[in-house]
């Protein structure tokens, strides 16, 4: 486990967060340029080391994200925390009206869409939805497995 200090470390070295200190020796991480209300990426860091990362409705912290949208980041690895954070700005700084959509065609001239719709990527056979993903990596890398190449 880090210590609150490797994880302050790790936390201000994003210089897009700013710092400001909250009860009981606790410390919060605003990304003030965020695009939504919510600003605070690290909530309530403490100096035992418990601390939590919004995170919102990613799908690819579904399981780990309580209702609020938060993780808790108290074992977290230097990588996992740089992870977790990425993520959680470019949450933030997602603009949801630009839409992307790719398609994707096999060797028998099957067409599927993958479509990025607000925070999920979704894999389409003509209107009807096949499967969801949290990331495009994981879209893109299910598409390869079936045999799919995107179409240019």
Do not use: C
Not at 23 to 48: A, G, Q, W
Not at 59 to 77: E, T
């Amino acid at each position: 486990m880090l210590t609150f200090e490797q994880k302050q470390e790790i936390i201000e070295s994003f210089p897009e967060l700013t710092k400001k200190e909250i009860s009981m020796k606790r410390v919060n991480y605003h990304f003030e340029d965020s695009l939504y209300e919510k600003t605070i990426v690290v909530e309530k860091l403490h100096p035992n080391g418990n601390g939590f990362v919004y995170v919102g409705d990613l799908l690819k912290y579904d399981k780990m994200a309580n209702d609020r949208g938060l993780v808790n980041i108290r074992d977290f690895s230097e990588l996992e925390l740089r992870e977790i954070i990425l993520d959680a700005i470019e949450f933030l700084s997602e603009d949801l009206d630009i839409p992307v959509v790719e398609n994707w065609t096999s060797r028998d001239g099957i067409t599927l869409e993958l479509r990025h719709h607000r925070r999920d990527w979704n894999i389409y056979y003509q209107e009807n939805l096949e499967e969801t993903f949290g990331t495009r990596e994981a879209a893109v890398e299910y598409l390869l497995e079936e045999g799919f190449k995107l179409k240019k």
